[in-house]
């Protein structure tokens, strides 16, 4: 993937993982970490599922990557499980605490919401160690392909919404 997209799946877990330590969350950090690193990497042509929406295209990558770890049925499961759901308008912490903090980290650095929650120190030390290198543009591109060629996915209900100008008013772009 791109250095953008790397960098923005980098900083999905540091927000994940500072809001959810913050406010005393317990998850697993292993499982919120490599589900933050595949998420979204469905979107990248070597990875495109044709026909599935990519976070379901990315819940199978982590299920083959799961697999390759060694991990158990179950684990494989949970990742593919928390990618998924990271598209959903909101997760339950209670029963996923790990898809709860990926939905809101994901929604901070790409649209821009909640990132009051996000400590001014922590926010500054992450955007210097892992830039946005446009990745504004780089996503409304992604989620517009999505959208034209899988009419029916969350991405395309997204694109219609007016989720671009949300994108692209993100105050961590400033």
């Given at each position: 993937?791109?250095?953008a997209?790397l ?10 993982a500072?809001?959810?330590l913050?406010r ?10 490599v589900?933050?690193m595949l998420h979204?990497?469905?979107l ?6 044709h026909?599935?929406?990519f ?8 299920w083959?990557?799961?697999a ?5 049925v179950?684990r494989r499961?949970?990742?593919?499980e ?10 339950d912490?209670?029963?996923?605490p790990?898809g709860h903090l ?7 650095d790409?649209?821009?919401?909640r990132?009051e929650?996000i ?14 290198l446009?990745?504004?543009?780089e ?18 209900k997204f694109v219609c919404?007016?989720w671009a100008?949300r994108?692209?008013a ?5």
């Open positions: 993937c791109s250095p997209l960098n923005h799946s980098v900083r999905a877990y540091l927000w994940a500072g809001y959810g913050e005393g969350i317990a998850f697993d950090a292993e499982l919120l970490y589900s933050a979204d990497l469905a990248v042509k070597e990875f495109d599922n026909t599935l929406p976070e379901e295209a990315g819940g199978h990558v982590a083959v990557f799961g390759a770890a060694g991990w158990p179950e499961r949970r990742a593919a928390v990618i998924v759901r990271h598209m959903w308008d909101e997760v912490v209670a029963s996923d790990e990926l939905e809101l980290s994901t929604g901070m790409i649209s821009g919401r990132t929650d400590p001014p120190d922590f926010r500054d030390d992450v955007l210097a160690r892992y830039p946005r446009g990745l504004a543009e996503f409304i591109g992604y989620f517009e392909d999505q959208a034209k060629r899988k009419p029916l996915c969350r991405a395309a919404g007016g100008a994108v692209a993100n105050p961590l772009e400033r």
